[in-house]
T-cell receptor
Framework: GAGVSQSPSNKVTEKGKDVELRCDPI?????LYWYRQSLGQGLEFLIY????????KSGLPSDRFSAERTGGSVSTLTIQRTQQEDSAVYLC????????????FGSGTRLTVV | GESVGLHLPTLSVQEGDNSIINCAYS??????FIWYKQESGKGPQFIID?????DKRQGQRVTVLLNKTVKHLSLQIAATQPGDSAVYFC???????????FGSGTQLTVLP
């Protein structure tokens, strides 16, 4: 596609449920990033994928969070046993480069845990 | 830890005036800086970037200034328009890092 696509755009879930957020990056972009944006805050790095290399998971806040990237393209961020503090906008970005810069962001998934 | 922050959380300007949004950073190793614009319900959009070997870079109606001595970054928007109303973030990274560190953002409101 022409841009980074994220789905769903909005997700409301009950506390304790698992959720999956999807990111479809720009075709050919080798790098993929997940960020989290809480209300009125800046973006918090979660995880980074680059080609076939092991992902950089240093930003994941707890072991309830995990992410996969299949075939070097689509990525799924999974949050298990969701908590209210997980409520945020989850943003995905992709880049044709292996380093920061040249990011294109998706519109995000707004997650609300009730 | 080291962080990037903004001096002013909100800024209101008259349409047609110039806007200046400031950002302070504390990581002396940062060598690449980016300004993003985020409109409501959308992801951040790249505006302009600058590397640490420069102190000024100009784009279309926007200028980024970098003062490495005091670790300060600013975004100047000329002849501000209603469409410029958004949240503006600065972000920084160093050459060896892959992820960006973002500031908390400034809400720019353009008044008619």
């Amino acid at each position: 596609g022409a841009g980074v696509s994220q789905s769903p755009s909005n997700k409301v879930t009950e506390k304790g449920k698992d959720v999956e957020l999807r990111c479809d990056p720009i075709s050919g972009h080798t790098a993929l990033y997940w960020y989290r944006q809480s209300l009125g805050q800046g973006l918090e790095f979660l995880i980074y994928f680059q080609g076939n290399s092991a992902p950089d998971k240093s930003g994941l806040p707890s072991d309830r969070f995990s992410a996969e990237r299949t075939g070097g393209s689509v990525s799924t961020l999974t949050i298990q046993r969701t908590q209210q503090e997980d409520s945020a906008v989850y943003l995905c970005a992709s880049s044709p480069l292996g380093t920061a810069g040249g990011y294109t962001f998706g519109s995000g998934t707004r997650l609300t845990v009730v | 830890g080291e962080s990037v922050g903004l001096h002013l959380p909100t800024l209101s300007v008259q349409e047609g005036d110039n806007s200046i949004i400031n950002c302070a950073y504390s990581n002396s190793a940062s060598d690449y800086f980016i300004w993003y614009k985020q409109e409501s319900g959308k992801g951040p959009q790249f505006i302009i970037d600058i590397r640490s070997n420069m102190d000024k870079r100009q784009g279309q109606r926007v200028t980024v200034l970098l003062n490495k001595t005091v670790k300060h970054l600013s975004l100047q928007i000329a002849a501000t328009q209603p469409g410029d109303s958004a949240v503006y973030f600065c972000a920084e990274t160093s050459g060896s890092a892959r992820q960006l560190t973002f500031g908390s953002g400034t809400q720019l409101t353009v008044l008619p």
